[in-house]
Structures are given as structure tokens and as C-alpha cells.
């Protein structure tokens, strides 16, 4: 079944996980490329986004006949120009979401699992997720709602073990180039943000309408606030050179030693990036079946999610042939890609709703 | 058709089985792994590099554990130290090869010291530094050193004070004679500073070091300051005396320090230093002229007074203080000579300070950073205070004789 009801906390806290889930790992190192001093900033510019699409998503959902995006696609645009928009969005979902495996299993490989090959990694996780998605949306954020306080506490924990080790003059001079570093680099912070319109496909089940954006505020204010901590103990950890380290919270855990015993804590960040990714999968999973379900109209959504998820394994090998090539792709073009995905389709659609809505009023109070 | 819940968990059971059963077939057991402590690393012939490192191997030899108690002593700790060396056209392969000639699996994690040979040094080891950043096992706490002469020669020797080389050269490291410099600074220097200049630990082995009369001393590692690095080579070294020097004005001198002034002929007054910091202010005055103020504070107890002035009387507690403070800036200024003019490296950090206070003029004196650096004035003023005399108000050198 893919209903099932969750409050509006629940859903929060899984899009917190489902924004983070890559970032903390990541992030650090693009936005030192792009930003170098002034990177732990790019997180606060880039928050003005997280508000516009969890705004965007909820303005979506409240203009959707039914709730369903698709729905409100398809009167748009009409039945079947509808369908066709919905199922290229539903596609431009599957490449983002098969890159953002593809960076686990790689991440994974690399570092901690040398010999696995890398199609059971991808596999375990798919079939975890897919049984998390047959099961309902309530098993995503009741997993959500126990894994995430452990993985917030252990990401502050192997922060706070840095701080005897940080060293605050790296972040001087301030804006030493000028903003327009800071500006480049919060786009790609922008790019994780914006994944947060994925909630349009989740808003229906959530049973207390009234408090969508109270929380909708909080959950992008916890993003945020992560965010910089990480980038900033990293930044203060090892300065500029952040940007030739290909996972330099990684590397940060690994420094970290007291009293020469409590040392390789490397472990806990592959717990928190797993546990975290399983969170992260499982809502693009969700989404994705959701939105075919819808588009399609189907009786019995449950028997299409194994499927997808094969789909989901191959299209993880068809994103790129080696680590390198997907990492470029995140870097560059990645970013205007998945902006134009999530925040200006997104943006049309709303704005296509509005118009038409008020063209309606002017018609029915001309009558 | 509907198949009865009984059979799905004889299924569910029976599959569990054959994946648990597998257990441990492909295990890796501690006496199947080389767990190497610290690895040499040196420059051969041809541009070849050579790997040396010392494996420490956790099993007792079977000879030996059959002895029982006597073979445990006689065997002692040292015993189950292995040194073994390759040479390759880079290090990983030299690492293949070392390898390929041991039964046992090399296991980086544990590894805590890189050793590199003065020759390698001075070819410049960033090559070796992309392999050890690279090569995910290694961790960036990793200490780095350089020793005068081969590498290898160092991993054989086994002090009498610590288990192992390695134990001995990350403990000597913590004391007042030397810094730790691991591959993250190593790394961070690169990356920050305009022309990749560094410092890494200087080392003796005890080839060099020995004397026949000392023999006692011959299997110890000793410092012997610091060796400077500029564009991913090893341009120079500074001995203890100019290391002294550097450390005060980088604020890394350590409390705990010895420092013995001459007051006049063969008379000394020795000092404990007990706190000290050093306070770098960049300035570019009005006329464009870059300066440097180091502001140096510290202070100490007497340990030893063998000479003939008296700490009790204010006026000469200020003469000696002014002793200490002249020695310091002594000292100070004649690292601060060497570093700018003979090496022309900026180790201090004057980039990194400069940078942050006037970043404009800092990106337009980058490009020609050793130009700029060796025309920066420094200013040094010292205040040093003796707070306390030990136990002895007076000194015995006064006392008069019948």
C-alpha cells in the first residue's frame, strides 16, 4: 500500500535526513573548489532556496486537485500532454536519484567495502528500499523517525571531537574575492536544497495540514544549521586544502584520535551515510512509484515497486562508467540540471496554476 | 494457491542458514596481516624510490613459545620487529613488490611514522605524498620526518627506551626538541602557502650519531632540528639552535624548555620555562613598507644559578632578566636571518598573517611571495620574567669563604 498516514513532524524529519543524507560527505569539498574561505557561508545563501521549494512544494500540493501533482499536471496541460510531462519529471527523478546511489556504492567501495563488487551494494540497499516503499510510507518514517536522531548525534559527535584540533584563523579574510565565490558555491548547496520539492509526492499523507509549514521552516533551518557546522569544522580542520580531499569528513573522523586508543571513527560516518542514504533512497523510491502509480491510475501501486528497482539498478550503471565522470557531472552541469528540475519546472507549474486560477475568478465573476 | 506460513519460515530458515553457515571462510586472522609501524622511504638510482618498513608481527615465533618462559625474555619485545625494503619505479609499485615477497598482507592502518632519506627529500617527495593521501588506508595523522642519510637505516634500529623506532620518534615528537608534522599539514602548507613551503622534522640515526665512547646512546634517535622545504623540495636545514629560534617566533616553543644564559665568563644562570607566547602583527606602513612586529612573552623559574649575580636583589633579578630577553632576541634574529636570506622560505607563516589582515596587497605580492618575504622587517621586543627561585633564596657561589 502506498498510503498510510504520517504527521507533519515525521515528515520533517525524513526530508532533514533526505537533504543531508549526501551532503555532509560531499559538500565540503565542491563548495571549498568553489567558494575556498568563504564556504562555510554558501549553506546560509543557499537556505533562501530551501524555503522557496518546501514553499513552492506546499503551494503545489494546496493547488492539486486530490493532492496529486500528477493530477494537477495532466489538467494543465491536459490528459495526455500531461502524462508525458509527468513521466519526463518522474525520469529526470530516476537519474538524479540513480546518481546519488551511484556516489553511495562508490563512496562505500572506496573506502570501506575494496573487494565487494559494487552491484551487491546497490542491490541490498534497492531491495531494502523497496521493501521499506511496499510497505507503506509510515515504515519510512517510522525508520526516519528512529534513525535520524542517531545519525544528527553521531555527525555533532564526531564534530564536537574536532574542536581541539580546529584552528578558526583558516576562515580569514572574510569574502577575500569578493561574493561572487560565495554565490557560486551556494548553487550547488542550492542543487541539495531544492530536492526537497520531492514532499509534493508525500504532503497528501500527512494527517495535520495546519502545521506543514511550521515544520516545513524547521526541517530547512536544521539542514541549514548542520550544514554549516560541518563545513566549518572541516574548514578549520584543514583549510583550503578541503578541496583535494574526496570525502573530507571522512578524512576529518579518521584524524581524530584521543589519548591513542579512541581513534578510527571512520566506522561512524559510514554508519550515518548509510542509515542516511537508506532514508534518502527510500523517498526518491517512494516518490517515483507514487508518481507512475498516479499517472498510470493504478489499482495496485505495490506491484510495480520490484520493478522499478530494478530499473533503478540499471539506470545506476548507465549514469556514468566510472566515479570520476558522475563526480564532473555533480560539479558542472549537475547543478543548472537539477535547479531547472526542481525549483523553475516546479516554479511554471505553480505559476501556470495561479494564472489560470485567476483567469477562472475573472470569468466566474464576469458571470 | 496459498502456501502455509509453516513452509516460508523453513525457506526464510533454511536460506539464513546457507548464508551464515559460510562463517568465517574467508577471514583474515592477525598473524595473516604485516602490520607495518613505519615506513622509509628512499631515493635509488635511475629515479627508482625504495620502500623500506618495519612490520611488527603479533605472533610469537613458534620456537620461542615453546621455550616458554626464558624464550618470552630472551626473545623480548624487539624480537618480533621485521624490516624489509623494495625498490620501484614509484611507490606503489615499490609496494607491489614488497608484496609480492611476503606471505603476509601489508595493513597501512596502523603504520604512524614516514621516514624519507635526505636524497629522496631533496628530490622532492610530493609524488610519494599523492600515494599515501591517495591510498585510503593510510591515515593523515601520519607522521612525517626526514633523516640525514638513507631511510633505511633507521627502521633497523631498535632503542632501548621504547618498543620500536617508530614509538620512539612520535614520543620524542611531543617534547620540547621537536613538532609533530603530519601529512595534514603537509598538505594544508601546499595547499596555502604561495610557493609550498614547509617544515618537517630532522632526524639522526644512530649510525651517524654514535661514538664509541657512548655507546650506551647508540641506538636512539636524536632530532637535529628542522628541514626546510620550498616547491615540493627540500631545500636546507636548520639545526637545533635556528629550530630554537623558529619555534619562538612561531609561538611553538613548549614550556618545560631549558634555557641557559651566560652572564660572564663560565658563570650560568639556568631557567625553566614555565609559560611563553609569541605574538606575530603584520603591518604595512603608509610609505608601502611590509614589517612584522613579534611580540615575545614568557616566563620561567630558576633552576640553576652558577654565577656571581644575586636574585634576591631587584636590581640584578632585572639584569638577568635582561640577559634572557637579549639571548632570546639574539637567537630570534639569527633564525629570522637565515630563513629570509639564506633560504628565502617564508616557514613562518608571514603569508598566512599578511593574507588575512591586508588580502589585497597579499594577492598582488603572491606571485613573487620569497621577493617579499625576504624584505619584511621584523621587530622583535621580549619580556622575560623569572617568578620564582626554587628552593635556594641564595645562591652557594656567594657564600663567603673563610
Not at chain 1, 101 to 123: C, H, M, Q, W
Not at chain 1, 212 to 239: D, E, P, R, Y
Amino acid at each position: 500500500m502506498l498510503n498510510g498516514k504520517i504527521s507533519s513532524f515525521q515528515l520533517a524529519i525524513i526530508m532533514f535526513q533526505f537533504v543531508l543524507s549526501s551532503t555532509v560527505l560531499l559538500m565540503p569539498s565542491i563548495t571549498t573548489r568553489l567558494s575556498e574561505k568563504d564556504m562555510w557561508l554558501t549553506p546560509l545563501i543557499g537556505m533562501a532556496v530551501g524555503y522557496l521549494v518546501v514553499w513552492l512544494a506546499y503551494q503545489l500540493f494546496k493547488l492539486s486537485p486530490e493532492g496529486s501533482v500528477v493530477r494537477l499536471m495532466e489538467s494543465l496541460f491536459g490528459t495526455y500532454l500531461g502524462k508525458a510531462v509527468s513521466i519526463l519529471f518522474i525520469a529526470f527523478q530516476f537519474h538524479i536519484v540513480s546518481i546519488s546511489i551511484r556516489d553511495y556504492a562508490e563512496f562505500i567501495e572506496s573506502n570501506f567495502f575494496l573487494k565487494t563488487p559494487i552491484v551487491v551494494i546497490i542491490g541490498t540497499m534497492l531491495i531494502l528500499c523497496g521493501w521499506a516503499v511496499r510497505r507503506g510510507f509510515e515504515v519510512i518514517a517510522r525508520t526516519g523517525q528512529i534513525f535520524v536522531p542517531i545519525i544528527t548525534l553521531f555527525t555533532l559527535l564526531i564534530l564536537v571531537l574536532l574542536i581541539p584540533e580546529l584552528n578558526p584563523h583558516h576562515l580569514l579574510p572574510l569574502l577575500e574575492r569578493g561574493p561572487a565565490p560565495v554565490l557560486q558555491g551556494s548553487l550547488v548547496v542550492d542543487g541539495w536544497f531544492s530536492q526537497l520539492l520531492l514532499a509534493v509526492y508525500i504532503l497528501p499523507l500527512v494527517r495535520d495540514k495546519n502545521n506543514i509549514k511550521k515544520w516545513g521552516f524547521w526541517c530547512v533551518t536544521g539542514i541549514t544549521f548542520v550544514m554549516v557546522a560541518s563545513n566549518l569544522a572541516v574548514f578549520m580542520l584543514v583549510g583550503e586544502s578541503a578541496g583535494y580531499y574526496t570525502y573530507p569528513v571522512l578524512m576529518a573522523a579518521r584524524y581524530i584520535a584521543y589519548a591513542e586508543f579512541f581513534e578510527h571513527l571512520e566506522a561512524i560516518v559510514m554508519m550515518v551515510w548509510v542509515l542516511g542514504e537508506y532514508i534518502k533512497i527510500s523517498v526518491y523510491y517512494y516518490a517515483i512509484t507514487r508518481g507512475i502509480s498516479d499517472t498510470f491510475r493504478l489499482q495496485k501501486p505495490e506491484a510495480i515497486v520490484m520493478p522499478v528497482g530494478l530499473l533503478l539498478l540499471f539506470v545506476c550503471f548507465w549514469v556514468g562508467p566510472d566515479f570520476q565522470t558522475v563526480s564532473t557531472f555533480i560539479a558542472n552541469i549537475g547543478t543548472s540540471y537539477i535547479l531547472i528540475g526542481f525549483v523553475v519546472f516546479p516554479m511554471l507549474l505553480c505559476g501556470l496554476a495561479l494564472l489560470r486560477n485567476w483567469f477562472k475568478g475573472l470569468g466566474t465573476s464576469a458571470k | 494457491m496459498t502456501i502455509p506460513m509453516r513452509y516460508l519460515i523453513r525457506a526464510a530458515a533454511s536460506i539464513a542458514a546457507i548464508a551464515l553457515l559460510t562463517g568465517c571462510w574467508d577471514r583474515i586472522e592477525v598473524n595473516d596481516i604485516a602490520i607495518i609501524l613505519g615506513a622509509g622511504i628512499d631515493q635509488e638510482e635511475n629515479n627508482k624510490v625504495k620502500l623500506s618498513v618495519e612490520i611488527y608481527l603479533p605472533a610469537p615465533d613458534n620456537n620461542e613459545s615453546g621455550g616458554g618462559q626464558e624464550g618470552m625474555d630472551s626473545g623480548s619485545k624487539n624480537g618480533n620487529i621485521l624490516v624489509s625494503s623494495a625498490i620501484g619505479s614509484s611507490m606503489a609499485d615499490a609496494m607491489s613488490k614488497l608484496q609480492k615477497r611476503l606471505s603476509r598482507r601489508l595493513y597501512w592502518g596502523h603504520n604512524n611514522v614516514y621516514v624519507f632519506g635526505k636524497e629522496r627529500a631533496e628530490r622532492g617527495f610530493n609524488d610519494d605524498l599523492d600515494f599515501f593521501l591517495r591510498y585510503v588506508r593510510a591515515r593523515e595523522r601520519t607522521n612525517i620526518y626526514v633523516t640525514q642519510g638513507k631511510a633505511i637505516d633507521t627502521m633497523g634500529v631498535i632503542p632501548r627506551l621504547d618498543q620500536n623506532l617508530m614509538e620512539a620518534l612520535t614520543e620524542l615528537s611531543k617534547t620540547e626538541v621537536s613538532i609533530d608534522v603530519d601529512l595534514k599539514t603537509v598538505m594544508e602548507q601546499i595547499v596555502e602557502t604561495p610557493e609550498q613551503t614547509y617544515t618537517v622534522p630532522y632526524i639522526l640515526t644512530s649510525a651517524v650519531m654514535s661514538e664509541k665512547k657512548h655507546l650506551r646512546n647508540a641506538n636512539v634517535p636524536y632530532f637535529r632540528g628542522l628541514t626546510i622545504f620550498k616547491k615540493g623540495r627540500m631545500i636546507g636545514s636548520l639545526d637545533n639552535e635556528l629550530t630554537h629560534g623558529y619555534f619562538w617566533i612561531t609561538n611553538q616553543i613548549k614550556a618545560s624548555t631549558i634555557l641557559t644564559a651566560a652572564v660572564a665568563k663560565d658563570e650560568t644562570v639556568a631557567v625553566n620555562l614555565t609559560a611563553s607566547k609569541s605574538k606575530l602583527i603584520p603591518k604595512i606602513d603608509s610609505s608601502g613598507e611590509w614589517r612584522m612586529e613579534l611580540i615575545i612573552e614568557c616566563e620561567g623559574n630558576l633552576i640553576q644559578n652558577a654565577s656571581r649575580m644575586d636574585y634576591s636583589v631587584p636590581e640584578q633579578l632585572t639584569e638577568i632578566e635582561d640577559l634572557f630577553e637579549a639571548m632570546i632576541k639574539k637567537n630570534v634574529d639569527k633564525s629570522l636571518n637565515v630563513i629570509q636570506q639564506k633560504y628565502k622560505s617564508d616557514i613562518l607563516g608571514y603569508s598566512r598573517l599578511f593574507r588575512r589582515k591586508y588580502p589585497k596587497q597579499w594577492a598582488a605580492a603572491k606571485p613573487e611571495w620569497s621577493e617579499t618575504f625576504l624584505r619584511i622587517k621584523t621587530d622583535t621586543s621580549v619580556n622575560f620574567q623569572i617568578r620564582r627561585p626554587g628552593a635556594l633564596v641564595k645562591q652557594i657561589n656567594n657564600i663567603p669563604m673563610e
